[in-house]
């Protein structure tokens, strides 16, 4: 008899979601002058295919909030009705010719825009 197990890929010690090195190091920069400030991962509904993600600079965060300590100098807020859409997810910081770009590497996301604004989750 055969059995199949499901296999979810889970981020670096259960963290909901994991940054790239190249993500953290651009994120501390952004954060070197916000004295306690924290990065807040949320969500909004937009564009053609469902939500956007947000990126904001906070000092405090709520209580139904998931905290991630990304490194010594960043913490990562994900707000609890962005939680689910983003599990799982990898956030890197890539440069694309003179740009620098922050992506979202969302396993859950089936449907995304062409221009990458929104995305849409099954």
Known sequence: MMNV???????????PVSLTK????????M??????????LSSKVS?????????DITEQ???????ICASDKL???ITAKTLDLVRNTEIDY??????????????NA???CGCGESFNVS
């Open 110 to 112: 089936v449907n995304e």
């Open 22 to 29: 190249a993500a953290i190091t651009y994120f501390e920069s």
């Open 61 to 67: 965060a709520e209580e139904s909030d998931t905290l």
């Open 5 to 15: 197990e499901m296999f979810t890929p889970q981020s670096h010690l259960g963290d």
């Open 75 to 77: 913490t990562l807020i």
């Open 47 to 55: 564009g053609c295919t469902g939500y956007a993600y947000v990126l």
């Open 94 to 107: 890539v440069r694309e010719g003179v740009n620098g770009i922050v992506k979202f590497n969302n396993p």
């Open 31 to 40: 954060l070197a002058h916000q004295a306690g400030g924290m990065l807040r």
